[in-house]
DNA sequence: TAGAAAACTTCAAGCACTTGAAGTCAACGC
DNA sequence: GCGTTGACTTCAAGTGCTTGAAGTTTTCTA
């Protein structure tokens, strides 16, 4: 009879996911100190997250992505700054990522956008439309525009 | 009567300010060659950016933000010396960017969902609703396991 | 027009990842 | 069981800026 523990456990892969950090990146953090050793499976070398790690990671995502340098992020963490007695800065912090995420979006549709007109201007050189090439040309330049105003944030 | 070509002219700054790239990485792009070199001052060797070169940086800043390498920027930026001889080139480059801001949307939306289940999760846990925090956090895992299925394509 | 202040220059070093090589581990079909 | 496939492991080297130092050049103010 097996004890069966509801599982929560997370390959580095998912970890990386759902903390939008490459698997790359978290094996760095966790050898530069950023992030505690990771547990690792019973029989393999291979890490086996937990629902605290990835809490804990969600954080240093936050944290990395507004610019804080590795330094700081490790005596951030090391501090017990971002424990649950903390969680009114917690939120604010989550609410900050999740403006920067919608933001994120947002300039990767306008370059969605940018790259479709670069390819059906292309197509119409390779047509020898000039005309339509033209015309693609000043909506491109418009959308680059529009680009760097978004990108002022 | 003198010749009245407007030479509208740049320093490094004002190409800094106009492209949105900041100017150690225009001279780090000049010393790599993705764009050529810049005419210098007739007295001094201050950088004088013409029209030209603010349209052709414009056009680089765009491809940097869409996160392709120096390398392919500047084959990038060869072939579009070149014109409509290397059209097909252009579109092939330009489809696979197109799909990378694909991919690249969808993690965004779903680290977006993800960390608006954080922050309801931490405002449960600060109104001491154990209920609900439990609730979310069943969610989040919920998450993670729609990802597994979607990750098979 | 002098002299300070701001902006530019090169070159080198630093930072935060990122990639590549070479090997280990796990899950599947046979 | 047994090979193949793909994800994982470590470690070292590479990438793409970024910053700092030390020295011009330009511009502003007096």
Known sequence: ????????????????????????????YESIGVIGPIRRGETSSHRVYSEEDLDLLTWVA???ATGMSVDDMRSYVANGALGPSAAANQVALLVEQERRLALEAEQIALRARYVRIKIAYWQAVEAGDTARADELSDQA????DDLKKVRKN
Chains 1, 2 share one sequence.
């Not at 004890?3 to 580095?12: N, V």
């Not at 759902?18 to 094996?27: F, I």
């Not at 330049?141 to 680059?144: D, F, G, T, V």
């Open 1 to 28: 009879m097996s004890t069966t523990t509801t599982r929560t456990t997370y390959s580095i892969k998912d970890a990386a996911m759902l903390t939008g950090l490459p698997a790359s990146t978290l094996r760095y």
């Open 141 to 144: 330049r418009a959308l680059a």
């Open 62 to 64: 936050c944290l990395s």
